[in-house]
């Protein structure tokens, strides 16, 4: 065994920056940063730092998620909160579009933009085994959970 403490399975990617999802919403970040530059003063404390929070987020969720690869759930969970973020993020593209502080067109390309970060999260949820290895002595693992009841004989 590695005298690394936990590798992921994923031979292509050791950090977290080199999966597509973090390098999109990254850019992503630096995109909506620029154009909330000319958003009105009176949009600083509210819309302005509402997206520019939200967005920054996505990048920091897919960051702790791939730090709790060791735990398949709490993986899943982040990438969840990640999905979350991304929504939130449209949400207030939209808002901005609706206020008229960018156009239709920049206003597409960022959904656009968020929803291939939504779609590449999904993909990471789905896979979500793939990313977090296969259970080891090292590895924490939940126990599958009983979602229904043992039939007794009284209730057949």
């Known amino acids: ?58 990048g920091a969720q897919i960051a702790e998620a791939w730090a709790k690869r060791r735990y398949e759930a709490y993986f899943i969970s982040k990438l969840t909160d ?18 008229g502080y960018l156009a239709d067109e920049q206003a597409a390309h960022l959904a656009a933009q968020y929803d291939r970060v939504g779609r590449l999260i999904a993909g990471m949820i789905v896979k979500a085994a793939a990313f977090c290895g296969k259970p080891s002595s090292r590895q924490i693992r939940e126990p599958p959970t009983e979602y229904f009841a043992q039939r007794t004989k009284n209730h057949e």
């Open 1 to 58: 065994m590695s005298d690394v403490p936990y590798q992921s399975v994923l031979s292509h990617a050791q950090g977290f920056q080199e999966l597509l999802a973090y390098q999109v919403a990254l850019q992503m970040q630096q995109e909506v940063f620029e154009l909330t530059r000319k958003f009105p003063r009176e949009e600083m404390f509210s819309l302005t730092d509402q997206i520019r929070r939200s967005s920054r987020s996505i």
């Open 82 to 99: 990640t999905d979350s973020e991304c929504l939130e993020t449209l949400h207030w593209i939209e808002t901005a579009r609706r206020c």
